[in-house]
């Protein structure tokens, strides 16, 4: 099968073990364009067909990404060619869940919109002191996609996240790690070491059992707690057989 292309938008690169994306519009502030959109989706693809074992999704310039750019002529586009564009965009969350390594987001300055979206469907969000976060869809009369009506009342609880989206306030770092937007908010400019320090540490746990524990705590998100605890069963017959459960237990052994 022929590798989607990369695109001048977006930069990948795999050392092996850890791969790195990076949103590469800083002139635009990383914002959305098809190009962009189908750049990481190709960077996706590859880091899950490279093998990695953990991934950093970070934003180059002053920005992670700032949504949608909006300074772009819109397109003339039918019902379905609208359909097909944001299903694209709505790929980017389709490919982290069904990857099995984890993927670790380093925000800094704006994610908004569609940024918001990209690094809220990570499984882990590291935000620097600067990083501002935010909603505008409703405020110009847009609609939210990227699966954010769910991940986010997961994150922040069902009533913080009718007031995010509803009146479309920004949140920053500190605020969002205090709120569980995110996991952990950072000194601006350590963002990045620290989301590629996580995603090492991660990329050491036995491969099978990490990327169970992953699917696991996703696929929660849409089951009941019965159809939990039997998905749970599962995945510990499958580590029980692997021969991962021979990996040092010395965290188990703390008092």
Known sequence: MTRPPLHASVDYSFDGVVAEIRLSRPERLNAVDIGLT?????????????????????GAGRAFCAGHDL?????????????????????????????????????????LGAG??????????????????????????????????????????????????LLGERVSGPDAAAMGLVARCVPTGEHESTALDLARRMAERPALSLSLAKQVLDAGLDSTVDGAMAREVEHALLTSLSGENDAPREGFNRG
């Not at 586009?77 to 980017?92: G, M, P």
């Not at 490919?95 to 099995?100: A, T």
Request: proline residues 4%.
């Open 116 to 165: 918001a979206e990209f690094a809220l469907c990570c499984d882990v969000v590291v935000a620097a002191e600067d990083a501002v976060f935010g909603f505008p869809e409703v405020s110009v009369g847009l609609s939210v996609t990227g699966g954010i009506s769910r991940l986010l009342p997961a994150l922040v609880g069902w009533a913080r996240a009718k007031e995010l989206l």
């Open 38 to 58: 189908r750049g990481l989706v190709a960077a996706l693809t590859h880091a899950g067909e490279d093998g990695a074992r953990a991934v950093v999704l970070s």
């Open 71 to 111: 300074k772009e002529e819109p397109a003339v586009e039918t019902v379905l060619q609208t359909r097909a564009r944001l299903e694209e965009i709505q790929e980017v969350t389709r490919l982290v869940r069904r990857l099995p390594a984890p993927v670790v987001a380093a925000v800094h300055g704006y994610a």
